[in-house]
């Protein structure tokens, strides 16, 4: 108990971090790109946020040591491993690609746009996976099945995901209303709705499993 | 508005205001026009005129527009923009409410106060030619007429001929006053390839060579010392991106007025064409012509016309016209006084009489033309208050009405909600207590109450509204109604509380809802909520896809979770340090075989793929609606082999999902209807004979529709026969499958008939999903009669707007009602129209009935009833809280628009429903018989 307890610290401090760097990637571009705003250079800011979140969740999870245990501390193997999690990374900002088109971006035209989406959300959710499962597809079906967490890491993970695949979801409703907002434009509203869900996951996940310390038992740890 | 039948006469007009003692006033204004003569071209777009279209093919009307003696102005028509209520508008300078739109199908006679009524008292002689409409609408208005129906809309050329043959004979006699002409070609080609089509070109220079010949005519035979003759070329509507027309969109409301005289002065440059309603044609024409204006007219007249007049003559009319409006106003609006434009046109009057004063004295300085000018705007201003107020207030609501009907709709909805749990449990039987509440004091008393407040509201005020127009008997049954549900909605709450109050909460056994239900109920929640904004309802189309698209993922996930469940002894670390090696083994299936498990997993990623792609088929709604789609691709001309291989594949793969569970006579009926569909589509030249690639003659198919009609006819007769047999003499389950799955192929087979060849697919797609998801996800992942009828509910709605229906009335394919017809024949036409549009939603139901019938057995002996009870559920909740959003909406700015059109397709929904649900009920009966 007293273990998970000082989990939940790690896992305060470390989501802390990367809201705040979601904050500092929304104004840093100020400095960069000549007339920034959220709305009007709205992909600079996408590539900003993906870019900062990439960067800190590979820190944070590198530093904490929750990155699985490697059998072999050979080079080679350790860069097959880079190798696959980058392969993994392109097929899951694919993946994402595609389920967008299915839900009616179109194919043709802003392709960039829907891709820049695609990678924001891979950022969100498959490069957290990554960073805590490494690249095992059998360790992720695990975490996301029902009753598959193992570690608080692991529901956090599910809470995190579930939070940004949410966030992005309600983020497409303003789309067909005829306000004629700047933020209803694709992809705005989708993915300010995927930044707010995932930042809803990171505040709700240590709470969450505060407040069910005591239904998670999990079985190992 | 004021009584509909009540006519202002000459005796009715305003003398000329004096406020001096010189009773020289004159009682009507005479005419400025000797004759006049209507050209209205139906679906005339601004820029047929006005445009780039113009300039190149209508260059006559555009000379005498930039030059000639005309005045040209681009009239906004109001939604509804079709024809029936647009010529309402024109002839009696009133909005017509949305009835008008469900009345444009089978017009009656106009009573309303209107041009044609007051025209004809005034002794004037009128001739019209064209849509018969008109004649419909006036019938013994008219000294002679031809009326050509407007039904078919393939044919543009014989119904202008119809018109255009009477024309030389009629412009050369002298007995007539007015002419009318409607023409309908236009129309017809934007309805058949759009306003971009290669055919507008010639009919436009068609329309005009016949207005050269028109104006030349009325030129030349004007007389010295005569009056002039007036030309009046319009259009009732435009037309949208896709050639329809019943929105709102500018293209749609946007038509050209062109008023031509030699009255009027020369033009020397071309100007930009003002903008006027189309309701102040109305009483321009009636002033120009000496006539009253018609009483609910709001329209206000159009100044530039009569500029030519003398400034008395302009003061009179414009008093004439705000005097008209004046009394509208006053007959319309509670507290009339406190509108800007009464206390306006008041003052106007008053100068007018301080005017007309100075004037007869004989002051002819430059002060009193000033003045006159003054008085002029003063009066023009209170005529665009006046007239704006009162466009603004679209009649009445008849609340008491409303309110009785909610309560209704409302009652029916909570015996619904309130018999869930007994609709829903294992027998799924439920016991309504009417007689004991036909019986009780409480019905008697409530009953009487009811007709007292009735009689109270009916003779307070003099409130005409719809219950206290009708009989006694029906307002007595309604008041029964009412009151012994309201009876029965006690007692069954009574009952709920009580056995409630003794089981405690026991009900609540904690089987919690997987994510699926949750998805299923927050998307229906979130659909109704959604219907309360404009936008969501023009868009409708973009929340079903997005729901059974997230659906189809939801699907995906349980799919997955059953056949990769990971393995229970994995709880080791081990785990994390799964090598390559181990991962086809885990990811082998836990049950089920090979194969079955793929084709489970590929059926959402399938349904998924023909969502996306029939989604493109068919761009609907506002926003998006001209974005281009595969449909105008198909259709266009150079891609008729195309869609010739498209249509022809899609009835090919219908035939072999629809007959592997028909009768040996329904195959072979089947595959003859489906050759018929596609032989009356090339007899129609939607599509391509591979024999006979030659272009040959396009008739109206009428002999290929029936062949199919009467195969339609013969399954649906082979399926009922088994469907008797088996509720009746053997209760065999089997038969009673194989007649119910007849009945639903005879369904598909119409459906084929009547759907556009493009949207052959859309039922070819509907088939394959449903065969897929039955054979592989239904029975496969053990979901329940609630969720798949949930399920079916939704990918109805969502097929619904797949073949392009959208909430606006202007997306109803009328074609669809010709199919098979000589000529209209009303009942055969809207029974066919609805069941083509409504193909979507009724397919999904009838395979609801089939599905849910071949799976009930021994373990879900009820499944029939909980299927029919949701679906009932599922279409109630909507209605129900519609009717009240729109009742709560009822100023809002888009009401006739947006919400209105949306309540006609809901009812008609649910009129389609409550023909599923009673065919449900009857197929369960045997089930019900048997416990
Ligand atoms: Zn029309
Ligand atoms: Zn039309």
Redesign the pocket.
Same mark, same amino acid.
């Given at each position: 108990m007293r273990d998970v307890e000082i989990n939940i610290k790690g896992m305060v401090s470390a989501h802390t971090i990367i809201a705040f760097s979601i904050f500092i990637a929304t104004l840093m571009p100020h400095f960069f790109v000549e007339n920034y705003s959220v709305y009007g250079t709205h992909l600079a800011w996408l590539y900003s946020v993906s870019g900062s979140v990439a960067v800190v969740n590979i820190t944070i999870f590198w530093l904490l040591g929750i990155s699985p245990p490697t059998k072999k501390h050979t080079l080679s193997y350790k860069v097959s491993r880079l190798v696959k999690s980058c392969l993994h990374f392109v097929a899951s900002c694919l993946f994402f690609h595609l389920v967008l088109v299915l839900y009616g971006a179109t194919l043709l035209e802003a392709p960039l746009e829907t891709f820049s989406l695609a990678v924001l959300l891979s950022c969100f959710t498959t490069l957290r996976c990554l960073c805590a499962l490494g690249p095992n597809v059998q360790a992720w079906i695990r975490v996301f099945s029902r009753d598959g967490a193992m570690s608080i890491w692991d529901t956090c993970l599910q809470i995190t995901t579930a939070g940004t695949l949410i966030g992005t979801w309600l983020g497409a409703f303003p789309i067909p209303l005829d306000w004629d907002r700047p933020w209803q434009a694709w992809p705005i509203s989708c993915s300010l709705g995927a930044t707010f869900g995932f930042l809803m996951g990171l505040l709700v996940a240590p709470g969450w499993i505060y407040w069910h310390r005591k239904q998670l038992t999990y079985k190992c740890k | 508005m004021s009584s509909f039948s009540s006519k202002t006469t000459v005796s009715d007009l305003p003398a000329e205001p004096l406020s001096g003692n010189n009773p020289n006033s004159s009682k009507v204004p005479a005419p400025l026009f000797h004759r006049v003569v209507i050209v209205l071209i *139906?679906?005339l777009r601004e820029d047929f005129v006005f445009g780039s279209k113009g300039q190149q093919y209508m260059p006559y009307t555009q000379h005498l527009v930039e030059r000639g003696s005309s005045h040209s102005f681009v009239a906004k028509a109001r939604p509804p923009t079709v024809?029936m209520p647009r010529i309402k508008a024109l002839t009696t300078g009133s909005i017509p409410g949305f009835v008008d739109v469900v009345m444009n199908l089978n017009s009656p006679v106009l009573l309303e106060d209107n041009l044609l009524w007051q025209a004809k008292a005034a002794g004037k002689r009128i001739i019209f030619y064209g849509d018969d409409t008109w004649v419909r609408l006036f019938p013994k208005h008219f000294m002679e007429y031809d009326g050509t129906t407007s039904f078919f809309v393939s044919d543009y050329t014989e119904v202008d001929k119809n018109v255009t043959r009477h024309l030389d004979s009629t412009l050369n006699r002298d007995d007539w006053d007015i002419l009318i002409l409607h023409y309908l070609g236009l *129309?017809h080609i934007? =309805?058949l390839s759009g306003p971009h089509s290669s055919l507008i070109g010639p009919k436009l220079l068609e329309m005009d060579d016949i207005l050269k010949k028109i104006h030349s005519s009325l030129t030349s035979r004007e007389m010295e010392g005569s009056l002039p003759n007036l030309l009046v070329l319009c259009g009732d509507h435009g037309m949208s991106e896709t050639g329809s =027309?019943g929105g709102s969109s500018d293209p749609e409301i946007n038509t050209p007025l062109v008023l031509i005289s030699s009255a009027f002065k020369r033009k020397v440059d071309m100007e930009k064409p003002g903008t006027v309603a189309q309701v102040d044609v109305l009483p321009t024409l009636a002033l120009a012509l000496g006539l009253p204006i018609s009483r609910n007219s709001v329209g206000c007249l159009i100044q530039p016309v009569f500029e030519h007049t003398s400034l008395r003559d302009q003061l009179r009319f414009l008093h004439l016209n705000s005097f008209q409006l004046n009394c509208l106003l006053k007959d319309s609006t509670p507290n009339f006084q406190k509108e800007e434009g009464y206390d306006q046109f008041h003052l106007a009057e008053k100068s007018h009489a301080n005017w007309m004063k100075l004037y007869l004295e004989g002051n002819t300085s430059e002060v009193l033309s000033n003045l006159g000018r003054k008085l002029l705007r003063q009066y023009l201003g209170a005529l665009k208050a006046m007239s704006s107020t009162l466009s603004k207030q679209l009649g009445k609501y008849d609340m008491y009405s409303m309110i009785v009907g909610m309560v209704l709709v409302l009652q029916v909805l909570l015996v619904l909600i309130l018999a869930m749990p007994e609709a829903l449990s294992h027998p799924a039987e439920v016991e309504i207590p009417l007689y004991s509440s036909l019986l009780s004091l409480p019905f008697y008393m409530l009953w009487l109450l009811c007709c007292s407040i009735h009689v109270l509201v009916c003779t307070s005020a003099e409130s005409s509204c719809y219950l206290c127009n009708l009989s006694w008997g029906l307002v007595l049954a309604a008041i029964t109604t009412i009151s012994a549900m309201l009876c029965v909605l006690l007692s069954m709450a009574g009952r709920k509380l009580a056995s409630g109050a003794k089981t405690g909460t026991k009900n609540t056994n904690g089987s919690g809802f997987s994510e699926l239900d949750m998805l299923l109920l927050t998307g229906t929640a979130g659909n109704v909520i959604s219907l309360g904004s404009s936008s969501f309802v023009e868009e409708e189309h973009q929340t079903w896809y997005f729901l059974i698209n997230t659906l189809c993922l939801a699907i995906f996930q349980d799919v997955c979770r059953k056949y990769f469940r990971e393995r229970k002894n994995y709880s080791d670390d081990s785990s994390y340090l799964v090598s390559k090696e181990d991962l086809p083994v885990l990811l082998s299936p836990i049950s089920g075989q090979g194969s079955q498990k793929w084709l489970a997993l590929s059926t959402p990623l399938l349904t998924l793929a023909c969502c996306r792609l029939l989604r493109s088929l068919n761009q609907t709604g506002v926003q998006w609606a001209h974005l281009p789609d595969m449909s105008h691709w198909l259709n266009s001309w150079e891609h008729k082999a195309e869609l010739s291989v498209l249509s022809a594949a899609s009835l090919v793969l219908i035939f072999f999902l629809v007959q592997k569970r028909c009768s040996l006579v329904s195959k072979i009926a089947l595959a003859l209807g489906l050759l018929g569909v596609y032989s009356y589509r090339a007899a129609v030249g939607n599509v391509l004979f591979p024999w006979q690639l030659a272009s040959r003659d396009i008739s109206k198919g009428t002999v290929e529709a029936r062949f199919v009609y009467i195969f339609v006819l013969g399954i649906l007769f082979t399926g009922s026969k088994d469907l008797l047999r088996s509720q009746v003499i053997t209760a065999d389950s089997w038969l009673k499958c194989r007649g119910l799955w007849e009945v639903y192929s005879g369904i598909v087979l119409l459906c084929a008939i009547l759907l556009r060849p493009h949207n052959l697919p859309v039922l070819a797609c509907s088939l394959l999903i449903q065969t897929a998801m039955a054979q592989y996800i239904w029975k496969e992942l053990q979901y329940d009669a609630a969720q798949t009828s949930i399920i079916h509910y939704w990918f109805g709605q969502a097929f619904f707007y797949f073949q392009g229906n959208s909430n606006n009335i202007a997306t109803v394919d009328i074609s669809a009602g010709f199919v098979g017809l000589e000529s209209y024949v009303a009942i055969p036409a809207i029974f066919l129209t609805a069941f083509s549009t409504y193909s979507g939603p009724l397919l999904w139901a009838c395979h609801l009935v089939c599905y849910l019938s071949s799976a009930q057995d021994s373990r879900h002996p009820a499944s029939l009833g909980h299927g029919c009870y949701c679906f009932a559920l599922l279409r109630s909740i909507p209605t129900v809280v519609y009717i009240i959003l729109v009742t709560a909406l009822r100023y809002h700015l888009f009401i006739w628009s947006v919400f209105s059109p949306k309540l006609l397709y809901e009812a008609m929904h649910t009129l389609v429903a409550t023909v599923v649900c009673i065919f449900f009920t009857a197929m369960d009966q045997n089930h019900i018989a048997q416990s």
């Open positions: - | *139906d679906a024809t *129309d934007g =309805h =027309h």
